[in-house]
């Protein structure tokens, strides 16, 4: 789950350094703004982190109200790309 922010970097970095493959980036994406949840990243700059980083982009799009039933759709999506498990990076947690 990549949010664009240093929490979410960061675990994707750590997840890299021990050797994982990821399927995807999956980003939840605020349909109403047109830009990323948290960092309001725009589609074309979050084209640009996938590309640069070689790693398919799942966006996500929600209004909000379906956003937990929308992820875990993004998740099923990534299981289908064989993922095996998912990565969240929350320093607060």
Same mark, same amino acid.
Do not use: W
């Given at each position: 789950?990549?949010?664009?922010?240093?929490?979410?970097?960061?675990?994707?970095?750590?997840?890299?350094?021990?050797?994982?493959?990821?399927?995807?980036?999956? %980003?939840?994406?605020?349909? =109403?703004?047109?830009? @990323?949840?948290?960092?309001? !990243?725009?589609?074309?700059?979050?084209? /640009?982190? #996938?590309?640069?980083?070689?790693?398919?982009?799942?966006? %996500?799009?929600?209004?909000? =109200?379906?956003?937990? @039933?929308?992820?875990?759709? !993004?998740?099923?999506?990534?299981?289908? /790309?064989? #993922?095996?498990?998912?990565?969240?990076?929350?320093?607060?947690?």
């Amino acid at each position: 789950s990549y949010s664009c922010g240093k929490d979410s970097t960061l675990a994707l970095h750590k997840m890299l350094a021990k050797g994982n493959v990821p399927v995807a980036l999956i %980003v939840m994406f605020n349909k =109403e703004a047109g830009r @990323s949840f948290f960092y309001g !990243a725009d589609e074309a700059l979050l084209e /640009k982190y #996938a590309d640069c980083l070689q790693i398919p982009l799942i966006e %996500v799009a929600s209004c909000g =109200e379906d956003y937990h @039933s929308m992820m875990e759709k !993004a998740l099923r999506e990534a299981k289908k /790309k064989g #993922a095996e498990f998912a990565c969240f990076g929350d320093i607060d947690q």
